[in-house]
């Protein structure tokens, strides 16, 4: 059973970057996508960033492409999110997800695609 801890959350100014990471347990980390959900106050949960197995592809939502890099280091079964630029609406709790296999974005951005889910971290981005 994988389970995930996510970490670097926190309080920092528009324009600033903070690097999310998200650590996995379990010998099946390289088998799957690694992928990023945030959710809002009052908002429904939704897809940051995604990772397949390999590492050879990713996904954006629209908002944060350009300003986010997700990546996974294999040796440290970790996976990041490096959030540059950030913005006020960049507010939420961002989540850390896996179990997926696939390599299809239509697959990848939904949140039912994963089975394993971390306890959130919080990251508030102050105007």
């Known amino acids: 059973q994988v389970q995930l801890v996510e970490s670097g959350g926190g309080l920092v100014q528009a324009g600033g970057s903070l690097r999310l990471s998200c650590a996995a347990s379990g010998r099946t980390f390289g088998s799957y996508a690694m992928a990023w959900f945030r959710q809002a106050p009052g908002k429904e949960r939704e897809f940051v960033a995604a990772?397949?197995?390999?590492?050879?592809?990713?996904y954006y939502t629209d908002s944060v492409r350009g300003r986010f890099t997700i990546s996974r280091d294999y040796a440290k079964n970790t996976v990041h999110l490096q959030m540059n630029s950030l913005k006020p609406e960049d507010t939420a709790v961002y989540y850390c997800?896996?179990?997926?296999?696939?390599?299809?974005?239509?697959?990848?951005?939904?949140?039912?695609?994963?089975?394993?889910w971390g306890q959130g971290t919080q990251v508030t981005v102050s105007s």
């Open positions: 997800a896996t179990g997926s296999s696939s390599t299809r974005r239509e697959i990848l951005i939904r949140a039912t695609s994963y089975g394993v």
């Open positions: 990772i397949n197995w390999s590492a050879d592809i990713t």
